[in-house]
């Protein structure tokens, strides 16, 4: 069965101050992940898909890359703006539905 | 484009009843999947449909069941709730059948009473 871990769980950050997310997973042939943003209350937002190895993908702040074990989501000079849950979940060669990780609860402080 | 649908946004319902709760993809979008969302688990699969057909169903009793239209349209229904069955629900389309990547509507937050 596919497993899926984010961390931290929680991050707060001051504004300007740069950090990662983690997304590590085991999953039977992977053959991509997608990254979600998720504002409280409402439905999760697509990010990117990454399809392989050394894949990197940005938008604005945000800055994806992956590897054959994990997922990394880089967060450069955040805005209050930033702060979500971001949640990933690979996607894998069989027929199975996708698993999503619990997320990483984004604080960004002015 | 318009995204994802779902209605109602807010239901409050008591123990034993049923409800059933609507999904509309977006436009061209054959695929479509519900989650539920609670704080503790995170989000869950429930069921994946393609064409009418249901693709995958996921680790939830029978009580939890589901459907989709010629148009694309899903609903899902869950019989004799339960206190526990207190979550956000969510709908996703995909443009491509399997691989593709989801795009979720703002959910139905139901809850048991």
């Given at each position: 069965e596919d497993q899926v871990t984010q961390s931290p769980e929680a991050l707060r950050l001051q504004e300007?101050?740069?950090?990662?997310?983690?997304?590590?997973?085991?999953?039977?042939g992977l053959r991509g992940l997608f990254w979600y943003r998720q504002d409280p209350g409402k439905g999760p937002e697509f990010l990117f898909t990454l399809y392989s190895a050394g894949e990197e993908k940005e938008k604005e702040r945000l800055k994806a890359t992956l590897t054959k074990k994990e997922s990394f989501l880089h967060i450069?000079?955040?805005?209050?703006?930033?702060?979500a849950t971001y949640l990933c979940a690979p996607l894998n060669s069989g027929n199975t539905p996708l698993v999503f990780g619990k997320g990483t609860r984004l604080s960004v402080i002015a | 484009k318009a995204g994802v649908t779902q209605t109602p946004?807010?239901?409050?319902?008591?123990?034993?009843q049923?409800?059933?709760?609507?999904?509309?993809?977006?436009?061209?979008?054959?695929?479509?999947?519900w989650y539920q969302q609670t704080p503790g688990q995170g989000l869950q699969f429930l069921f994946e449909y393609f064409s009418e057909t249901q693709r995958n169903k996921g680790n939830f009793p029978g009580r939890f069941s589901?459907?989709?239209?010629?148009?694309?349209?899903?609903?899902?229904?869950?019989?004799?709730l339960e206190l526990g069955d207190s979550a956000l629900y969510l709908c996703a389309s995909s443009p491509r059948?399997?691989?593709?990547?989801?795009?979720?509507?703002?959910?139905?937050?139901?809850?048991?009473?």
């Open positions: 300007g101050e740069s950090s990662s997310l983690n997304c590590s997973y085991t999953v039977s450069t000079a955040p805005k209050p703006e930033d702060s | 946004r807010y239901l409050i319902k008591t123990r034993g049923q409800v059933t709760l609507s999904c509309s993809p977006i436009s061209g979008h054959r695929s479509v999947s589901g459907r989709q239209f010629s148009n694309s349209r899903s609903e899902m229904n869950v019989s004799t059948d399997r691989d593709g990547e989801q795009y979720f509507g703002p959910g139905t937050r139901l809850t048991v009473t």
